[in-house]
């Protein structure tokens, strides 16, 4: 018997701690941005960045707990939302106000209109395939209706999906083989599949929530959606089959966005729009990698 209660002690301190893991807390305090914060994204060196530091229009640099400076300001009245980095650490910048994709190349500060397209209404959220392939949700959020655009690297835009709900957060999945798309005012999260064109099929319902609405979205390296749940003060973690395995609680009831960065990329983000906070909390798992 104490033989078999040695080894179970010893069974139980080999098995890892995940005590402090999802347990939300501040990152940058209150006004620190605008209630129009989103767009969290961690570029390759771990560096964290967020849309509209201070003021509308603007982009900030998060480079510790509560130390966060001006990496730049948007030219022509453009507004950020979604920021993504690709595989060379160029950063994507969702400006739903010119209905444009911009970017800032690897190493500068200076933005450029990496795609125009008139007819989207407000370039929301945006998602990346390793390839460079970007996707963009598009809501109306009058109608209550959304689109779905492609952007190539060869910079030319595509409408994949019309007549869609308010479509907000958007991610792809570790192997690049699925799309997800949110819509906010319906509470649906789509899946489709995805080729290496980027091109879309097979769409099914993901999950669905009662209440409460959401808004950006990340995927981990075991394949878990992380959704924003605003007005729920949550993020939802959905396993790659569509369940529920936990909600996270914040500390502000309004997110838009998350993101993984950090310490082995366990690190998840959250901007908070009332707030103008950023919340941190620690998953187990990795984020599917610093860029996405």
């Known amino acids: 018997m104490r033989q078999f209660i040695l080894k179970s002690f010893?069974?139980?301190l080999s098995l890892p701690v995940f005590a402090d893991n999802y347990q939300a807390s501040d990152w940058v305090a209150d006004g620190t941005f605008t209630k129009g914060i989103e767009g969290p994204a961690s570029s390759n060196d771990g560096i964290l960045y967020a849309v509209n530091y201070q003021t509308e229009g603007t982009i900030g640099k998060v480079i510790g707990?509560?130390?966060?400076?001006?990496?730049?300001?948007?030219?022509?009245?453009?507004?950020?939302n979604g920021i993504r980095f690709d595989q060379q650490n160029n950063m994507y910048i969702a400006d739903y106000v010119n209905h444009n994709i911009l970017r800032i190349a690897s190493g500068k500060n200076t933005v450029e209109v990496y795609a125009h397209q008139a007819k989207m209404t407000q370039p929301n959220d945006i998602a990346i395939m390793d390839s460079g392939v970007l996707f963009a949700s598009d809501p109306n959020w009058a109608k209550s209706s959304g689109q779905l655009w492609k952007v190539t690297t060869d910079q030319s835009v595509t409408l994949l999906e019309k007549d869609m709900g308010t479509t907000n957060g958007i991610a792809v999945s570790p192997d690049n083989k699925k799309l997800y798309v949110n819509e906010s005012?319906?509470?649906?999260?789509?899946?489709y599949d995805l080729d290496q064109q980027g091109n879309i099929s097979n769409k099914k319902l993901f999950i669905s929530f009662k209440d409460h609405?959401?808004?950006?979205?990340?995927?981990?390296?075991?394949?878990n959606l992380y959704i924003a749940r605003y007005g729920a003060g949550v993020v939802a973690?959905?396993?790659?089959?569509?369940?529920?395995?936990?909600?996270?609680k914040l500390k502000g009831q309004f997110p838009t966005n998350v993101a993984f960065g950090g310490k082995n990329n366990k690190t998840v983000f959250v901007t908070l729009q009332q707030r103008g906070a950023i919340e941190t909390f620690t998953s187990e798992f990795s984020g599917r990698n610093h860029r996405n």
């Open 185 to 191: 005012v319906q509470r649906n999260v789509w899946i």
């Open 237 to 248: 973690m959905v396993s790659p089959q569509g369940k529920l395995i936990r909600e996270i």
């Open 10 to 12: 010893i069974l139980l």
């Open 213 to 223: 609405g959401m808004d950006g979205m990340r995927t981990d390296l075991q394949g």
């Open 65 to 80: 707990k509560n130390k966060v400076k001006l990496f730049a300001k948007l030219p022509n009245g453009s507004v950020g």
